[in-house]
């Protein structure tokens, strides 16, 4: 992980509403902190360093309730791109992509959803594709956004497409990342939300939780991913399994088997004018390539990207390749 980023045009700024960092976080930072006061080899200290920048970056707001975590780089009259994460992720996933974009100008908004990353669980267990379009609203709300391009990767390509929908005046482009049109099926109503939480839930977040960052990486290596991530990347991504609420995460699998949720969703994109880019990971098992194409096929100013040898973890899988994605297209609708 590089370090240069946090030294970018990071901007202190705080919205109205801020709040006290969660206690995630805190507990988090310590840890961070007591392992850098100890003996470390170089290589771990140089993470840990870097990780560290990161959380200096760290902003807290409250938002319809719930203290959400967030960032915001770059020059406050740039022009606003917001950054959706992904199931069980967490903002940390869009960390490459900062300081090329704010070196051209833009301002990067990063945050985690309720119950992910830094930000505090729902007690209201809020954790529908709804709930957080509504969160997102109300983040531009504290933060007083102009008009602003979204990017958003698997669940969260979701919300994103939502709140566009919902929320027209709002979004000057939209990029998805691994995202696809999902048809309601049944019995993958029943069994896969069971399965994402056996998997996830009672196996990997118990491992992790005993140092074993290696073990979901294999499982990520192995079903999820054509490519290898950095070990940094890989430590980042086993801490969303930590932070995580494991309820948002159950609540979360079964909304994207629901029939309210993946019905509308061609009725969604038919009502996005905005230029809109879905960037599929030819071997992606669970977005599949077919059914993005068939997705952005039906907004008015769709287009496709397929990208080869790439799984659906494309933010660690090839990172370079997501920053020059997202410039070429950011440049060409300007």
């Known amino acids: 992980m590089s370090s240069s980023v946090f030294n970018s045009a990071a901007v202190e700024r705080s919205a109205p509403n801020a709040q006290p960092a969660t206690k995630k976080y805190q507990t988090y930072r310590a840890e961070v902190e007591a392992k850098l006061a100890g003996q470390l080899k170089p290589a771990e200290q140089k993470r840990l360093k870097a990780e560290l920048h990161l959380m200096d970056q760290a902003r807290f707001v409250t938002i319809n309730g719930v203290v959400h975590h967030y960032m915001d780089y770059g020059p406050r009259d740039g022009v606003p791109l917001v950054l959706v994460h992904g199931w069980d992720c967490s903002s940390y996933w869009w960390h490459h ?24 669980s729902d007690p209201r267990q809020g954790y529908r594709v709804a709930d957080f379009s509504a969160d997102l609203k109300a983040l531009g709300d504290a933060l007083a956004l102009s008009a602003h391009h979204v990017a958003a990767f698997s669940l ?16 000057r482009s939209l990029v998805f990342f691994n995202f696809s049109l999902l048809t309601y099926n049944r019995v993958a109503a029943a069994l896969t939300p069971k399965t994402l939480d056996f998997v996830f839930n009672k196996l990997l977040r118990p491992i992790e939780k005993l140092g074993l960052w290696w073990i979901p990486y294999i499982y990520a290596r192995l079903v999820l991913s054509k490519n290898a991530a950095l070990v940094s990347d890989i430590k980042l991504a086993t801490l969303s399994l930590r932070c995580c609420d494991p309820q948002a995460i159950h609540i979360s699998a079964e909304e994207l088997a629901r029939h309210e949720v993946l019905d509308p969703l061609p009725e969604q994109m038919r009502s996005v004018q905005q230029p809109t880019l879905l960037v599929a990971g030819a071997g992606d098992p669970i977005m599949r390539p077919k059914g993005g194409r068939k997705l952005v096929e039906l907004a008015a100013q769709g287009q496709y990207l397929e990208v080869p040898r790439c799984g659906h973890l494309i933010l660690f899988e090839l990172p370079k390749q997501v920053v020059e994605i997202l410039r070429r297209f950011l440049h060409d609708v300007r």
């Open 156 to 171: 969260g390509a979701f919300v994103a497409l939502h709140y566009a929908a919902h929320n027209p005046t709002r979004v």
């Open 97 to 120: 992509i900062v300081e090329p974009l704010v070196a051209e100008g833009y301002r990067i908004i990063l945050y985690d959803l309720k119950g992910h990353g830094f930000s505090d």
